[in-house]
């Protein structure tokens, strides 16, 4: 049996060493990706392009001057009145506009003054940032502007401050670094992405060929078959793992918590469902179009439901359910729990068990759905 | 130069080869549902309800109030209440919960004292709770810390108004913040680039690895009637898709359509023609349908993180920025984010439009000499 296995995985080598296009492709994308979370991804959005309406006197210029000074807003132009923030918004020069009621100052004085800040709510991100950081500047102006006054009223300010502080504490990522997050996520969607897809290619191709039932003539079984074929493809995977690993935790400085033999061990196991699924896909697709179509399907939809970069918890419960169908959401959690915090089996044990019976299930049905196929 | 009944014989064969496959025909059609529902309904770019721990040493009124105040805000969900910290950093550490209020014992006496100290830890493995939690816990403790020492000053006889700035944040074309109306129509406009790009370089390439192409090419009939015959039925079922996800978008899920209808189909096939001449270019490039693949999910995720589709394009350096500008998406999503969210005209997004219109003329071009250059 080995023996037979073996002449097919070096079939298999062969065809994929032999295809050097293919094979740079298969490596060189997923450091691609990497560097691309790495460097292009930011969440926090400053430095708003801002417009200014109605701005007289000094009290509009400080207020302006607040906003500049938390980084967030970049005043790009003064403007004469609502209408033309609107119409900057309109045409996308400006993410903001301030609006300065022309009775600004006097309102100041009797301590009744209102600011409109306009947020373009087309893109979420800066619509974000723009309406959070806007309440928090007015805040700040308005608590300046107070103490001056207190100040000017002969009042000893120098022991008023807020009388709470709050000390943030933002544990295994202190920096709030996109990437330390994005690295265990990005190694779980590229593994289950890469066996999927190999897997899936590599049967579904013979079949498409013809050159399937050329090799089940042979003495082989189907069982070995299929064996032959995923190895190869297991170790290429191993290799791009290894690779992002090295890259992500040496050149770019993502801390490694965890044990690192706890996570290829995993790592292992979670291979196994990422490649029953590729089997099955390949079982129920009859072309390379459509094996393409479904693998764009799993992978975008993992992507999407396993809480790769948006959260489970806010999903719509049907929705978590659907995301369980993933092996991606299940092994997401292990990744980032050895990754990011360190943690292992005693803590981790719920979510390796529940991907060895995710496992047993996938292999099972893959291996009856072929069985039946090939017949 | 172009016959019409030449190019009708490669419809006819196209078509045939098209309705024949009904599966692949119902995977077509089907998966950008699939990927616009579970998007829309999965996607909730505003994290609030974060589940959170709670440690209160103090518990007294002061206390109280300021978790009543975290609470109030719809941010923070208790999900447990913990003994300690160690007990919170273990739900942390665990998943249970996301983040985690420390309140110290005597809270009360060192607020009055001006001294109060609250702890916030957050669960930095997950990038998007963290930011939510982190400016919804900054406003909240400013704005409470505030009202508490207004209160003090009050009480010390400060008569005047004490936050004489009040600012009312308006967002406009989305004044809740709404995840759906951000996300549905760049998450059209991203369904239709791959329908486009995957279907044409697929169908192309395929011709090449079974040798097909050969075979056809040795036929009266000439590249370019082979290359329209080829393009024209994905351009039709990319205008199916794209009604049938437009309705399901807009009517279904009720997101707003502030623009010109007309405006938005019309500039919606110039979109699909540059995806058409994009997936020309793939095919050109790519020599077997496995390598169309890789190509075309990689041009997937790019167009996912570089082209403003979620990620916002400001902060990204100028040189990432640059390989976003080779996407076609780039273009669209500012075109429907003007179009359809803002309700703009023509007027305001035209440099978008032209750039678009050059987009696909030039890769139409190049895809037809790259595919005259690999025949000789």
């Known amino acids: 049996m080995g023996l037979r296995i073996w002449a097919v995985m070096q079939k298999e080598f062969i065809q994929t060493l032999r295809d050097r296009r293919t094979l740079l492709l298969l490596l060189s994308i997923p450091i691609i990706e990497l560097f691309l979370f790495a460097y292009a991804i930011r969440m926090n959005v400053d430095h708003l392009r801002t417009v200014v309406a109605g701005a007289e006197g000094a009290e509009c210029y400080a207020y302006v001057q607040a906003l500049e000074a938390s980084g967030y807003f970049d005043v790009v132009a003064y403007v004469d009145d609502q209408a033309e923030v609107i119409r900057a918004i309109d045409g996308g020069r400006a993410r903001v506009g301030v609006v300065f009621p022309p009775t600004f100052a006097r309102d100041l004085q009797r301590g009744t003054a209102q600011v409109l800040i306009l947020v373009d709510g087309s893109d979420f991100f800066p619509a974000q940032t723009a309406y959070g950081m806007a309440g928090v500047t007015a805040q700040d102006y308005g608590f300046s502007v107070m103490v001056e006054r207190l100040e000017r009223s002969g009042y000893d300010t120098r022991f008023l401050h807020p009388p709470l502080d709050m000390r943030m504490r933002i544990l295994y990522n202190p920096d709030m670094s996109d990437l330390v997050f994005l690295l265990p996520g990005l190694l779980a969607m590229l593994l289950q992405t890469q066996t999927l897809v190999l897997t899936s290619a590599a049967i579904v191709r013979e079949r498409e060929l013809g050159t399937m039932e050329a090799l089940l003539v042979t003495p082989i079984r189907p069982l070995e078959l299929m064996l032959g074929k995923i190895i190869p493809n297991i170790i290429l995977v191993i290799l791009d793992m290894l690779l992002i690993l090295a890259l992500g935790t040496g050149l770019l400085r993502v801390p490694f918590r965890g044990n690192v033999l706890f996570f290829f061990a995993v790592s292992a196991l979670y291979l196994l469902s990422g490649l029953g699924l590729g089997i099955l896909v390949s079982s129920i697709s009859r072309s390379q179009k459509q094996t393409q179509q479904i693998v764009m399907v799993v992978v975008l939809l993992g992507a999407i439901l396993s809480g790769f970069i948006f959260p489970r918890y806010a999903m719509p419960k049907w929705v978590q359910m659907v995301g369980l169908l993933f092996p991606l959401t299940y092994f997401l959690g292990i990744s980032r729990g050895v990754i990011n915090k360190g943690i292992g089996w005693s803590v981790l044990r719920p979510s390796v068990l529940s991907i060895a019976l995710y496992v047993l299930v996938v292999l099972g049905v893959a291996v009856v759905s072929f069985r039946r196929r090939l017949e | 130069m172009i016959d019409l009944q030449r190019l009708r014989a490669v419809l006819r064969k196209e078509l045939t080869q098209l309705l024949r496959d009904r599966i692949t025909l119902l995977l077509i059609f089907m998966m950008p549902?699939?990927?616009?529902?579970?998007?829309?309904?999965?996607?909730?770019?505003?994290?609030?309800?974060?589940?959170?721990?709670?440690?209160?040493?103090?518990?007294?009124?002061?206390?109280?109030?300021?978790?009543?105040?975290?609470?109030?805000?719809?941010?923070f969900d208790i999900a447990e209440y913990a003994a300690g910290e160690a007990d919170v950093i273990a739900a942390l550490d665990e998943g249970r919960v996301r983040a985690g209020i420390v309140i110290p014992p005597d809270f009360a006496a060192q607020v009055a004292r001006g001294q109060g100290e609250v702890l916030i830890i957050l669960d930095g493995s997950d990038t998007y709770s963290v930011q939510a939690a982190y400016s919804a816990a900054t406003a909240i403790a400013q704005h409470h810390a505030l009202d508490l020492m207004v209160e003090k000053l009050r009480r010390q006889g400060q008569t005047f108004e004490l936050m004489p700035v009040e600012s009312s944040v308006r967002v406009l074309y989305n004044p809740t913040l709404d995840g759906l109306i951000f996300i549905v129509p760049a998450l059209i406009a991203m369904l239709l680039q791959i329908l486009t790009v995957n279907l044409t370089a697929q169908s192309i390439v395929r011709e090449w690895e079974l040798g097909t192409i050969e075979q056809?090419?040795?036929?009266?009939?000439?590249?370019?009637?082979?290359?329209?015959?080829?393009?024209?039925?994905?351009?039709?079922?990319?205008?199916?898709?794209?009604?049938?996800?437009?309705?399901?978008?807009?009517?279904?899920?009720?997101?707003?359509?502030?623009?010109?209808?007309?405006?938005?189909?019309?500039?919606?096939?110039?979109?699909?023609?540059?995806?058409?001449?994009?997936?020309?270019?793939?095919?050109?490039?790519?020599?077997?349908?496995?390598?169309?693949?890789?190509?075309?999910?990689?041009?997937?995720?790019?167009?996912?993180?570089?082209?403003?589709?979620?990620?916002?394009?400001?902060?990204?350096?100028?040189?990432?920025r640059l390989v976003g500008d080779l996407i076609p998406l780039t273009y669209f999503v500012r075109i429907v984010r003007g179009v359809v969210t803002r309700g703009v005209g023509l007027t305001l997004v035209w440099q978008d439009v032209a750039a678009l219109a050059i987009y696909a003329a030039l890769a139409m071009y190049l895809a037809a000499r790259f595919f005259h250059l690999r025949l000789d």
Do not use: W
């Open chain 2, 33 to 75: 549902l699939l990927e616009l529902f579970f998007f829309a309904y999965a996607v909730n770019l505003s994290v609030d309800h974060i589940p959170t721990a709670v440690c209160d040493l103090s518990l007294d009124v002061r206390s109280r109030d300021f978790i009543d105040a975290l609470v109030a805000s719809g941010y």
């Open chain 2, 216 to 320: 056809l090419l040795a036929t009266p009939i000439r590249p370019l009637e082979l290359i329209l015959g080829k393009l024209l039925p994905n351009l039709i079922i990319a205008a199916v898709a794209l009604v049938l996800i437009a309705l399901i978008g807009f009517v279904g899920m009720g997101v707003p359509f502030r623009g010109s209808v007309l405006l938005f189909l019309f500039l919606s096939l110039l979109f699909a023609i540059s995806g058409l001449g994009l997936g020309l270019l793939v095919s050109t490039v790519a020599h077997t349908q496995n390598e169309a693949e890789s190509i075309t999910s990689m041009l997937m995720l790019l167009s996912m993180l570089l082209t403003g589709f979620i990620y916002p394009r400001e902060p990204m350096p100028a040189i990432v």
